[in-house]
């Protein structure tokens, strides 16, 4: 009926009055929202007009268009509304544009950086969805390839035969051939007959980029119907040329009358079919989603809950004038996360998706069996009742300032190193999101020292389905470090927005304000196995370092400088090669060039913290360490360092310690005075510090200046015992009663 309307107003060669223009774009408007591939031919319609009507005048002409382009957006924007109100972004009619995208135009393995795309500063200002931008970088890089997968598509829709046909459609075809013919006739190249020309052309378009085999041929025929009509040109002229008696002609009517008759019939007969489902298919839905709708009503649900099986987002009623009937179809991970509503209300969880699938191991498994209709109805209190309270967790109630509040956390007991943990969290919004947020669980040392032995992050539940009536129940898997030490460690949870340097949400914890919040603890046992080695280590050449039952398998490559008296930083990876190892210690050496030992220390394996006795042959585990550099080794000279393991006693169990680096210590040389009588005992100085070092004199140049100004301050010190690291000296400027600096 639109294009029809479209070209019967090219035809006038004249514009039309106001109120038919309006109407006109109603029209127009609300087929793009019945049919969504109908938009794209809308601004060609609307050009073909002005070139149509510009006889008479330019100006009127403009203006006509305009009100039919008022009308256009006057019928689309309370679909747009809607999917507003619904998802929170703009969408005007249809938002599965890059799922259809990458279903028919999949880039080969290994083409695409995923990571690359999320961080691509184009993409993210246009905020485009994940397949949308796997497609554009697919022609981006690989133009050729993108228009291979182009063809066959083009060729099913003109009923060639494309990637799923078993060989070529005639009645398409023959009519593709025809339609090609026609433009042989001066007819069918006038202005008023182009509407038909780009309306089919669009839908080539369309059918191509989103739409193709996937329903067979349902999707092409809506092209073919005014491909049809002009096609009909062809034998309509060539039956002009004969002759055709007088009585014939006067059935041609009765002809016309009865294939109105019959097609006004077959619509009836659709409509009659669909007329049970009238107030779902008005409202976009089908399916599944009409099915759920549909139970939403009769036992009154305030929410719809659609699981995805494959965790990509759901949107339904996007095609179709929706209204405000159901405006909260809301789409979940279950593997990832389960809403549970507000205690007062009543929910629809549509499972139909997961059909075929162990519902135990997916958060569901909490809801219950689903009915035939892969449906569970449950009001808010009995879906937290059943899925909420986790046993054996630990109650946390930690509040992320404007962002959400951690209730409780699961977490195993133990597990062995290298295996993940099955964390789960009830967890609920405070506001609703406009950035995704990110919640991460991190297995740390005891020892605060910032060390990481396992992490889990991950965006639980998508911004825009945020909801503060709704809790939460997620799963957050935690990968853990294989040759983590075996030990009891502390798991810490935090939540920040997943832009890039945006800073994290901060919650109060015990009276201050804090990044992470402890959330329990977790053992983790010796891992085992033949494992590939951590990314920041190097593995020791052979023969390397053997006794005692371990073996010293690689190493974090060591600074090439350390100042003297600063720490020295290692990372070393240790394998059982027996079963209880008897080395207990383990040695550092630096040498110098000539052979003479310039350090010597020897430290507890592991730092002391696991009793060697409990590893097992195969065992694996990653030791962190911090050696004090004498202040008394050589400076500005390269030094060997090497290692060597021993026993209790503190003789060596390895053979030959081995050589695993270089080290060059750097310094200044010191004037060291001779200490004065009493010196050692504080006096002879202005002061004295720790018995270790004192203060023989200051001068502070100037005495007096202004406020911003800088002043030189001289110390002369001394040292009263030999210190075997270094210490920082502060100064502070103070106040009169000498309170505050």
């Not at 449950?378 to 009742?385: K, M, Y």
């Not at 050696?627 to 400076?635: A, G, I, T």
């Amino acid at each position: 009926a639109s294009l029809i309307a479209v070209v019967a107003v090219a035809l006038l060669a004249r514009p039309i009055a106001w109120w038919p223009a309006l109407l006109l774009g109603l029209l127009l408007g609300l087929t793009a929202i019945s049919r969504s591939q109908f938009l794209l031919f809308v601004p060609f319609g609307l050009v073909i007009l002005i070139l149509a009507w510009r006889p008479a005048g330019t100006a009127p002409a403009l203006a006509t268009v305009a009100l039919v382009l008022v009308g256009v957006v006057a019928a689309i924007a309370p679909v747009t509304a809607r999917n507003w109100a619904v998802s929170g972004q703009l969408v005007p009619i249809s938002a599965s544009g890059g799922a259809s995208l990458l279903e028919f135009h999949r880039p080969p393995a290994g083409l695409i950086d995923q990571a690359a795309l999320q961080n691509d500063a184009l993409f993210n200002a246009l905020h485009l969805d994940t397949q949308t931008r796997t497609v554009l970088a697919f022609v981006r890089q690989d133009p050729r390839g993108y228009v291979a997968t182009l063809v066959p598509l083009g060729a099913h829709s003109l009923g060639l035969q494309g990637r799923n046909d078993p060989g070529i459609y005639w009645p398409f075809f023959l009519t593709v051939l025809l339609y090609v013919g026609s433009f042989g006739l001066k007819a069918t190249r006038r202005l008023h007959v182009w509407p038909i020309h780009a309306f089919v052309l669009t839908h080539l378009v369309v059918l191509m980029l989103f739409e193709a085999d996937t329903y067979g041929y349902r999707l092409v025929v809506p092209m073919y119907a005014p491909m049809a009509v002009v096609a009909a040109q062809v034998p309509l002229a060539v039956l002009r040329r004969l002759q055709v008696p007088p009585g014939r002609r006067a059935l041609a009517p009765a002809a016309a009358g009865l294939v109105v008759a019959v097609a006004a019939t077959m619509q009836a007969a659709s409509v009659a079919g669909g007329w049970s489902e009238r107030e779902t298919a008005f409202h976009g839905l089908g399916g599944m989603a009409a099915h759920a709708a549909a139970t939403a009503d009769r036992n009154r649900t305030d929410l719809i809950y659609v699981a995805s099986v494959d965790g990509t987002p759901r949107r339904y009623g996007a095609g179709n004038l929706p209204g405000l009937r159901y405006p909260w179809f809301k789409w979940f991970d279950p593997s990832r996360s389960l809403p549970l509503p507000a205690p007062a209300d009543r929910a629809v969880y549509a499972l139909g998706e997961l059909d075929g699938h162990a519902l135990d191991n997916l958060l569901v498994g909490c809801l219950g069996a689903p009915d035939s209709a892969g449906e569970v109805v449950l009001d808010g209190a009995g879906a937290r009742d059943a899925c909420g309270a986790l046993d054996g967790s630990t109650r946390v109630g930690a509040a992320f300032d404007g962002v959400a509040q951690v209730d409780a956390v699961q977490l195993p007991a133990s597990a062995e190193a290298g295996q993940a943990l099955p964390a789960e969290l009830v967890w609920r919004p405070l506001a609703q999101q406009s950035v995704g947020q990110q919640v991460s669980l991190q297995v740390e040392d005891d020892a605060g020292d910032g060390t990481q032995w396992g992490n889990g992050t991950l965006e639980l539940y998508p911004a825009n389905e945020w909801d503060p009536s709704e809790a939460l129940l997620s799963r957050l898997p935690i990968a853990t470090d294989p040759t983590a030490i075996p030990q009891t460690y502390q798991v810490t949870l935090g939540i920040g927005p997943m832009k890039q340097n945006a800073p994290p949400a901060m919650a109060t914890w015990k009276g201050a304000r804090v990044e992470r919040v402890p959330v329990g603890s977790v053992a983790l046992l010796p891992g085992s196995g033949e494992r590939t080695l951590p990314a920041d280590m190097q593995p020791i050449e052979p023969p390397g370092l053997v006794g005692g039952g371990l073996e010293l398998r690689a190493m974090r490559p060591l600074a090439g400088e350390a100042a003297a008296g600063s720490q020295l930083k290692l990372g070393m990876l240790w394998r059982a090669t027996l079963d209880a190892p008897t080395a207990t210690q383990w040695e550092l050496r630096f040498v110098r060039q000539n052979g003479e030992l310039a350090q010597r220390t020897a430290l507890p394996l592991l730092g002391g913290r696991l009793q060697l006795a409990q590893l097992k042959q195969g065992n694996v585990v990653r030791d962190e360490e911090s050696v004090l550099v004498d202040s008394r080794v050589p400076s500005n000279e390269p030094l060997n360092v090497e290692i060597g393991l021993l026993d209790a006693s503190g003789q060596p169990v390895s053979g030959q310690p081995v050589r695993v680096g270089t080290l060059r210590v750097t310094g200044r040389a010191h004037d060291v005075q001779p200490i004065p009588s009493g010196a050692a005992d504080g006096n002879g100085g202005e002061a004295s510090f720790g018995r270790l070092m004192q203060l023989v004199s200051d001068k502070l140049d100037p005495q007096q200046t202004r406020a911003g100004a800088s002043v030189k301050v001289q110390l002369h010190w001394r040292g009263l015992a030999e210190m075997d690291q270094a210490y920082k000296v502060f100064v502070h400027v103070l106040d009169p009663g000498a309170t505050q600096v």
